[in-house]
Structures are given as C-alpha cells and as structure tokens.
C-alpha cells in the first residue's frame, strides 16, 4: 500500500513558475513509476508527465513537453513537478500516482495508488 500527498499548488501569474511536490510513505518507493496527471472541470483525467523508478527515463504530454520537467529523489520518498512559463489552460487540480513496476505509462487507469489532488490556477 503506497500514500500520496501532494503539494505546492497554488495561484500564480501566466508566464510564472512553481515547483509541486508528492510524498510517498513505504519503503519500495524506487520499485514505483511515477505519474502526474491533472483534471479541470468538466474534463477527463489527463497525462502530463511520468517517470521510471529509478528516474532515468521520463515522459511527457506534448502540451507541456519544454515547460514542465519531472524529477525524482528515492532517498526522500519524493516525486516533483516543476512547472515554467505556465499558461492559463495549466489550470487544473494535479493528482500524483504510482504505477507498482518501474515502467512508466501514460494511461490513468494502469496506475494503481493516486493522491488527493492539488489545485493549480493559472491567472492570465
């Protein structure tokens, strides 16, 4: 069983930054890939951006592809999201989850443990 809380949401300008953050509990975490996905009203759950267990590969949706970069450190049990030059349509509530093999995906529904969310609002 894997917990995930998210943070760093927020309210910024179009054009600013901001750095989010998922913690994991459990001592396996380097055997999860991870994922960011994001959902805005009245949409479907979206791909943004994955990573492999042991980090050396990642993977990103082309919306955000130059923009976003997601990285990992196992050692604090943490997957992060930075975030440059965001637009008013990053606006959404951003959800981490964890895939229990090391292989990454782009597919909401192969992820097998997902935290509560954070909201990003992006003001233009």
């Known amino acids: 069983q894997v917990q995930l809380v998210e943070s760093g949401g927020g309210l910024v300008q179009a054009g600013g930054s901001l750095r989010l953050s998922c913690s994991a509990s459990g001592r396996t975490f380097s055997t999860y890939a991870m994922g960011w996905f994001r959902q805005a009203p009245g949409q479907e759950r979206e791909f943004v951006a994955a990573?492999?267990?042991?980090?050396?590969?990642?993977y990103y949706a082309d919306s955000v592809k130059g923009r976003f970069t997601i990285s990992r450190d196992n050692a604090k049990n943490t997957v992060y999201l930075q975030m440059l030059r965001l637009k008013p349509e990053d606006t959404a509530v951003y959800f981490c989850?964890?895939?229990?093999?090391?292989?990454?995906?782009?597919?909401?529904?192969?992820?097998?443990?997902w935290g509560q969310g954070t909201q990003l609002t992006v003001s233009s």
């Open positions: 990573i492999s267990g042991s980090g050396a590969y990642t």
């Open positions: 989850a964890a895939k229990s093999t090391r292989i990454p995906t782009m597919r909401p529904s192969e992820y097998d443990y």
